[in-house]
């Protein structure tokens, strides 16, 4: 990305920082293996495939969008993306683990059936879905997603498909637009906007009076989170005031679900979160959950992780 975008490398280090905490020093950790990058047909059509494809240049970074990028190892990102989000929907699938959070960029949602946008290349988690549908014989696969953007792309992807299930909470009015409640496919897409300025007590009135009951009632073989953090009152993309333990209800509300419905069976996916404290608390928040079906104590990343960042920044 170029100097100054939000969607930068700077995320993933300072999850890394998080990771290495000694909070989180027994959680089950392993690096991302590659996916073929073919499986991206999945989800996207040939037109699609190729315009990223004839963008990609041969060193630096070139523009697709004014928002959407691509530099030379692109692929090479998306590809661990998508491998490591396989690597967790196995794990989870051969009860190896419950569940799993995979912590990958370039983000996703946004990239529909035939276009790029909005910093997604590929549609990591609506291409994960359709594998693990045809790799393990799903009937039904849910995905629910929480970041502060609405997922068009992960929409239009699976917007007839009655056997895919999207539900989303999103501020609105917000990029990219869409995500109305009148956006409904073939009764299988959920859409609860949220206005500016939304907290969580009216956030989880959307979830139990919409989203939930839907996932309830489509009863999942498995469940995939758009888990994106920049629905945080910190963010500076957007004008919701969330805080991390919102991200901590959401994630419990969700897994009460799936232990009812799938044997537990959740997978989360990085999406968006741009301010540094804020992505690392929310995700704390959401991995204390989905691993001891609790938030714990609150963790205070301005405390623990500035001071090493900072280092490492003026190393």
């Not at 996916?35 to 989800?43: N, Y």
Request: glycine residues 10%; contains cysteine; negative net charge.
């Amino acid at each position: 990305m170029p100097k100054g975008h939000p969607e930068s490398p700077d995320r993933l280090h300072y999850l890394d920082l998080l990771f290495n905490h000694a909070q989180f020093a027994g959680f089950d950790k392993s690096e991302a293996k590659y996916a073929d990058l073919g499986l991206v047909e999945l989800a996207h059509s040939q037109q699609h495939i190729q315009l990223v494809k004839s963008r990609r240049p041969v060193e630096s970074i070139a523009e697709i969008d004014g928002d959407t990028f691509i530099a030379a190892n692109s692929f090479e990102a998306v590809m661990s993306g998508m491998g490591g989000a396989m690597d967790a929907v196995e794990s989870v699938m051969l009860g190896h683990h419950q569940n799993g959070f995979c912590a990958i960029r370039p983000p996703g949602h946004h990239a529909e059936h035939d276009r790029p946008m909005g910093f997604c290349l590929f549609n990591t988690i609506a291409i994960t879905a359709l594998w693990a549908r045809e790799k393990y014989g799903l009937e039904r696969v849910a995905i629910v997603d929480f970041d502060v953007h609405h997922g068009n792309g992960t929409q239009d992807i699976f917007y007839n498909d009655r056997n895919m299930f999207y539900g989303s909470t999103h501020e609105m009015p917000l990029f990219p637009g869409t995500g109305q409640k009148r956006e409904t496919g073939a009764g299988n897409i959920y859409n609860a906007p949220l206005s500016q300025g939304t907290n969580g007590a009216t956030m989880r009135e959307a979830y139990n009076d919409r989203i939930l009951p839907a996932l309830d009632r489509f009863n999942p073989d498995l469940i995939l989170l758009s888990a994106g953090f920049d629905a945080d009152q910190r963010d500076p993309l957007a004008s919701l005031n969330w805080e991390p333990r919102d991200f901590a209800w959401v994630t419990g509300k969700i897994m009460d679900i799936a232990d009812k419905r799938c044997d537990n069976r959740i997978v989360s996916l990085l999406e968006g979160g741009y301010h540094l404290n804020a992505l690392a608390e929310g995700v704390a928040a959401h991995i204390n959950m989905l691993e001891h079906g609790e938030m714990g104590a609150p963790f205070d990343a301005a405390k623990e992780l500035e001071g090493i960042w900072r280092e490492r920044e003026n190393a």
